[in-house]
């Protein structure tokens, strides 16, 4: 059944995003609930979405949040294969539906799998991890590609 849940969320998102109607949080304080670092020129490719849940061991240190936040934008503004993101965190949530345990979301998409392989062995890929990976303590992703 968690499954499930966890499924629905990706979808909702995958919808929100699709519909360019991303704004600010002013749930939370300390960071900002989306971010597109691409020009909003960019379209959403429906060939191949690259969608990842993070969860830090310590979801409160603002430090490692700013590292994160940091490295993460730097690495997708220097990445050749992401055609368009969101990073976001979960909402205040009043519906049992609604999975907030984690603490950073990130959703790409890209034109195609071979180009979502190829993001996986850039340097700017490889340098996000190395520098944030003591942050969390699970990732979970869900890859999916577009039906006709």
């Known amino acids: ?14 919808c929100n995003l ?5 704004s600010p949080s002013t749930e939370r304080d300390d960071t900002k609930a989306s971010n597109q670092i691409k020009s909003n020129s960019a379209q959403f490719d429906s ?7 993070f969860w ?6 603002t430090q490692g949040r700013a590292l994160f936040e940091s490295s993460l934008k ?12 969101f990073i ?3 909402p205040i949530a009043t519906r049992d539906v609604v999975d907030g345990s984690f603490t950073y979301s990130l959703i790409l998409t890209f034109e195609s799998a071979v180009a ?22 699970k990732v979970i992703v869900y890859d999916a590609r577009g039906i006709d």
């Open 116 to 137: 979502q392989q190829a993001y996986q062995e850039e340097d700017a890929h490889k340098i996000f991890i190395d520098q944030c990976a003591h942050l969390w303590e």
């Open 88 to 90: 976001g965190t979960p």
């Open 1 to 14: 059944m968690k499954s499930i849940y966890k499924v629905l969320l990706v979808f909702v998102t995958l």
């Open 56 to 61: 830090f061991k310590d979801p409160e240190d």
């Open 47 to 53: 060939n191949y979405t690259h969608v990842v849940y």
């Open 18 to 22: 699709v519909a360019c109607k991303h």
């Open 74 to 85: 730097t690495f997708l503004q220097q990445s050749k294969f992401a055609k368009t993101n």
